[in-house]
């Protein structure tokens, strides 16, 4: 059984930084590629970024780009996203997703998902 785990969410002023937490059970966490989403009130679930199995991989949507950074350490079973340059309109809750497929922008491709973790950015 899989467990994700965010951590790192918080109240951060506009222009400010966060990185974000991941951290998934299993032996089998370098298998599959992962992705951050958000979901901020009354808006659908979005997608954030996205990394392959190995980290080679990446994808980003156009609102992130420049600005957030996804990683991962295999040898930890964690996957990052840090944030920087924060933005009022990021403020969401961030969820760390598995993959089914690769390093996908759908969430139809994701079969696990974290808790989420709340990010406030206040302007």
């Known amino acids: 059984q899989l467990q994700l785990v965010e951590s790192g969410g918080g109240l951060v002023q506009v222009g400010g930084s966060l990185r974000l937490s991941c951290a998934a059970s299993?032996?089998?966490?370098?298998?599959?590629?992962m992705g951050w989403f958000r979901q901020a009130p009354g808006k659908e679930r979005e997608f954030v970024a996205s990394i392959s199995r190995m980290g080679g991989v990446t994808y980003y949507a156009d609102s992130a780009k420049g600005r957030f950074t996804i990683s991962r350490d295999n040898a930890k079973n964690t996957v990052y996203l840090q944030m920087n340059s924060l933005k009022p309109e990021d403020t969401a809750v961030y969820y760390c997703a598995r993959s089914s497929a690769g390093a996908s922008t759908s969430s139809f491709d994701y079969n696990y998902w974290g808790q989420g973790t709340q990010v406030t950015v206040s302007s």
């Open positions: 299993g032996r089998t966490f370098s298998n599959y590629a």
